[in-house]
């Protein structure tokens, strides 16, 4: 059974830093692609980056040049460095991974974390 463990975000006041990491087990499948996303109340929720096997990254536009993604994929593990933080990042921060399923027919699923907040204080 695959587990996510994703650790604890926190308070943070504006301008500081706070690293998120997402450890996946449990599973032979193979992984596409992991990523955190986040959603803040009254808003939908919306990636913030993701880093491939390969290493490609992809990032909102919020928060390009102030985060970092970064994946130690012996661990199945990745970080989320956040740096500069605004108030305006203060969401619930959930980990994704997309696996891999080698089949007859192959396909891709979605697995998500419980989520963590993050609270940046002004």
């Known amino acids: 059974q695959v587990q996510l463990v994703e650790s604890e975000g926190g308070l943070v006041q504006a301008g500081g830093s706070l690293r998120l990491s997402c450890a996946a087990s449990?599973?032979?499948?193979?992984?596409?692609?992991m990523g955190w996303y986040r959603q803040a109340p009254g808003n939908q929720r919306e990636l913030v980056a993701l880093?491939?096997?390969?290493?490609?990254?992809n990032y909102a536009e919020s928060v390009k040049g102030r985060f970092t993604i970064s994946r130690d994929n012996a661990k199945n593990t990745i970080y989320l460095q956040m740096n500069s933080l605004k108030p305006s990042d203060t969401a619930v921060y959930t980990c994704?991974?997309?696996?891999?399923?080698?089949?007859?027919?192959?396909?891709?699923?979605?697995?998500w974390g419980r989520g963590t907040q993050v609270t940046v204080s002004s």
């Open positions: 994704n991974v997309n696996f891999h399923v080698v089949a007859t027919y192959p396909y891709d699923y979605d697995y």
């Open positions: 449990g599973t032979r499948h193979s992984i596409n692609h």
């Open positions: 880093i491939t096997t390969s290493g490609s990254t």
